[in-house]
């Protein structure tokens, strides 16, 4: 994965100089998911979790090379991550967990159209760095007339944490362009890094994402 990054960057630098240089700014929202196995004892368990809404926002470059094809690396904030619910006799017990990433995507564009519309699909790697990570439960119990509560936050990035910070994964999206400046898009992002040190263990997301953008 950093090698297929380090090919493009080095083909946005070989290049450069012939090419349309564009920039810009990106705001969307994600819905994102945590995907969870374990493997053990000729067993394997699944623990998936809801989608979380989140969000994005960064710079963005475009590379034309031609009237179709661009490259289009971006440096973005992204938050994702996940929720759970568990229910049980007399209550229930839930939490969010919250990512705090800063990414590099880079994707290779085709476009279709005229300068007033475009259309335009897309697709790469991304790396990323999980820089933040946070926990909020919350606990309700209420059974045969005695009740409890709790809630809390935690740093699952602490001292002893089992989670790794480098994400990478691969992408796909779709979008329109207007008046050769305002784009609408939308995207999927798969994580292909295993997030967890845990033995018999794979933590992974996926993140859908909307997103407007400018271009100067």
Not at 26 to 52: A, F, H, Q
Not at 80 to 88: L, N, P, R, V
């Amino acid at each position: 994965m950093k090698k297929v990054l380090l090919i493009t960057l080095g083909l946005v630098l070989t290049y450069g100089l012939d090419a349309q240089l564009r920039y810009g700014v990106k705001l969307g929202g994600t819905l994102s998911s945590i995907y969870s196995k374990y493997t053990g004892e000729g067993e394997t368990e699944s623990n998936n979790s809801d989608p979380k809404i989140g969000f994005k926002a960064g710079a963005m470059l475009e590379y034309s090379f031609s009237s179709s094809f661009a490259l289009q690396p971006e440096l973005l904030y992204v938050n994702s991550g996940g929720k759970y619910k568990e229910e049980f006799e007399g209550g229930n017990e839930s939490s969010k967990i919250n990512f705090h990433q800063l990414q590099l995507p880079v994707n290779i564009k085709y476009k279709m159209g005229t300068d007033n519309l475009k259309f335009y699909v897309a697709a790469g790697p991304y790396i990323g760095y999980i820089f933040a990570g946070k926990e909020k439960w919350n606990y309700k119990w209420n059974y045969d007339g005695e009740s409890d509560s709790d809630s809390g936050s935690d740093d699952i990035y602490g001292e002893n944490s089992r989670l790794k910070h480098i994400d990478f994964g691969v992408g796909a999206g779709f979008g329109v362009e207007f008046l050769n400046k305002y784009t609408v898009g939308a995207g999927y992002k798969y994580g292909i890094a295993n997030l967890t040190k845990a033995e018999n263990s794979k933590i992974k997301t996926g993140t859908f994402d909307l997103s407007i953008g400018y271009f100067f």
